[in-house]
């Protein structure tokens, strides 16, 4: 009889040596099975609990006590059953892998080209707003506070952060004025109206990027860190092509 498929449910040789004696003889005591069908004694009991406990035998309440084999239908049920169990663990442990795969690929493009996310804003400060703090080249700033709450915005953080000993130009393009309480010396501050729209970030020392995200309809508050000097000059160009839009508009 063919039951070599059945150690994929973790049954060893001496397990299947018992299953296939009790198919043949349908009943028998503990010694009787490890005599004739070849299993040390030492090991006939664990491998009939551990087919009593897949469902496929069964102890009966007599003196010997007897091992008994299920039902034709009963048997074939509880093959299945271990089919299904077995299939369903895969499949889990299909979906973690994929999840697994998927978190660290995301971790590996991330520390590839430099991507750091805050997930809320206490994140946002701690960890982006910090390093914008040792800025050491001029800063763009452009924020709306329409596009985000007014809460979550730099114009409450950012004059903490700098000394008047910094000698950065901070140039702020805004619908909200901050240069009462910036100190910055070198604070270049340019109003825009409504009509303007857009993600707010800063830029600063060449590569950083900095991508706020907040919305109050979401809830979502948070940020993307990222360096890349060839996106950095980019958004630079679009900042200052807005800046001199800006300026005419005045």
Do not use: C
């Amino acid at each position: 009889m063919q039951l070599e498929f059945l150690r994929r449910f973790n049954l060893n040789a001496y397990d299947l040596k018992a299953l296939e004696y009790l198919l043949a003889s349908g009943t028998a005591s503990a010694a009787a099975i490890a005599k004739e069908a070849d299993v040390p004694t030492s090991k006939i009991y664990s491998s009939l609990q551990k087919l009593e406990e897949l469902g496929l035998v069964f102890l009966e309440n007599s003196s010997p006590k007897r091992y008994t084999i299920v039902e034709n239908d009963q048997l074939v049920q509880a093959v299945a059953r271990l089919e299904q169990a077995s299939v369903n663990e895969f499949n889990q442990a299909l979906r973690q892998l994929a999840t697994d795969v998927v978190s660290l690929s995301s971790k590996r493009i991330q520390s590839q080209q430099g991507v750091s996310i805050a997930r809320n804003q206490a994140e946002y400060i701690d960890k982006h707003l910090e390093r914008l703090k040792s800025a050491k080249q001029n800063i763009y700033t452009y924020w709306l506070t329409s596009a985000n709450e007014p809460t979550f915005l730099d114009h409450t953080y950012l004059p903490l952060f700098f000394g008047n000993d910094r000698k950065l130009q901070h140039m702020i393009l805004s619908d909200k004025s901050v240069s009462a309480a910036h100190p910055l010396e070198r604070l270049i501050e340019l109003r825009m109206t409504q009509s303007n729209t857009g993600g707010n970030f800063h830029l600063w020392d060449g590569k950083y990027i900095l991508l706020v995200i907040g919305n109050s309809l979401t809830g979502i508050k948070g940020s993307m860190l990222i360096q890349d000097s060839e996106l950095y000059s980019q958004m630079v160009e679009g900042f200052m092509n807005i800046w001199y839009a800006a300026e005419i508009a005045l």
